[in-house]
């Protein structure tokens, strides 16, 4: 199995919801990325968990706070977001470096 | 700070030619660059990689160099074919580390 599988596909919620996005692999994989990506621009690195551990984190707001519940498993739950905050999100996961990114779908959020 | 450059925001070619794709970084050179592929609504894919004493990589039509003196890695497709129409992505990666910053990527457009 060498799929990212990311739900829901797309997400449209207020400014004062709460939500959830979900990625899964079973591919072994210790670390898990998620990206935001704006129309017509490259992804942009947002968080990176390594064993479980938060690793990276690109100065990102709060109202963006991931989880890592197992080696499996990435959440990044969503709170009080702006208009600005609509994008494609992507997961990905990999092996502890130098690895290729596995990268899900993504989930298409617009914010309203 | 780092700066990663693609040598056009877009690029036509007609079938069957070589498309060359560029990818500058400045400053010090990375431990490995990687190539993905995006197709629109779509996580990016993963293509080749190539590590820093490496001059060159091959995967069937797809070719990878890297020429750390200019700063730069070129990226091939021969015989291209429309199916190969997609963005293409370059991400130079440091130290082995997860922080995976993308270029700003080409779209490509092969054309019948």
């Known amino acids: 199995d060498t799929e990212v599988t990311q739900t829901p596909k797309h997400l449209v919620m207020g400014m004062t919801n709460k939500k959830s996005l979900k990625c899964e692999q079973h591919?072994?994989?210790?670390?898990m990325y998620w990206y935001k990506q704006k129309a017509k621009k490259p992804p942009e690195l947002m968080f990176v968990?390594?064993?479980?551990?938060?690793?990276i984190n690109e100065s990102v707001p709060s109202r963006f706070s991931p989880e890592c519940p197992n080696s499996s498993l990435l959440n990044l739950h969503l709170h009080a977001l702006q208009p600005e905050d609509s994008a494609l999100y992507l997961c990905?996961?990999?092996?502890?470096?130098?690895?290729?990114?596995?990268f899900g779908s993504g989930t298409q959020l617009s914010v309203l | 700070s780092q700066k990663i450059e693609q040598n056009s925001e877009a690029l036509n070619i007609q079938e069957g030619k070589t498309a060359t794709l560029t990818c500058n970084y400045t400053?010090?050179?990375?431990?490995?660059l990687q190539w993905y592929r995006q197709d629109p609504g779509r996580g990016p894919v993963f293509l080749l990689l190539?590590?820093?004493?490496?001059k060159e990589k091959r995967k069937e039509r797809l070719k990878v160099t890297f020429d750390t003196t200019l700063k730069q890695s070129l990226f091939h497709i021969t015989a291209s074919q429309p199916a190969d129409s997609a963005t293409y992505l370059c991400?130079?990666?440091?130290?082995?580390?997860?922080?995976?910053?993308f270029g700003p990527g080409t779209r490509l457009s092969v054309l019948p």
């Open positions: 190539i590590r820093e004493n490496e």
């Open positions: 400053n010090y050179s990375p431990a490995y």
């Open positions: 991400a130079p990666t440091y130290n082995y580390g997860q922080n995976f910053v």
């Open positions: 990905a996961s990999s092996q502890p470096g130098p690895a290729k990114l596995f």
């Open positions: 968990y390594s064993y479980e551990k938060l690793s």
């Open positions: 591919m072994g994989h210790r670390a």
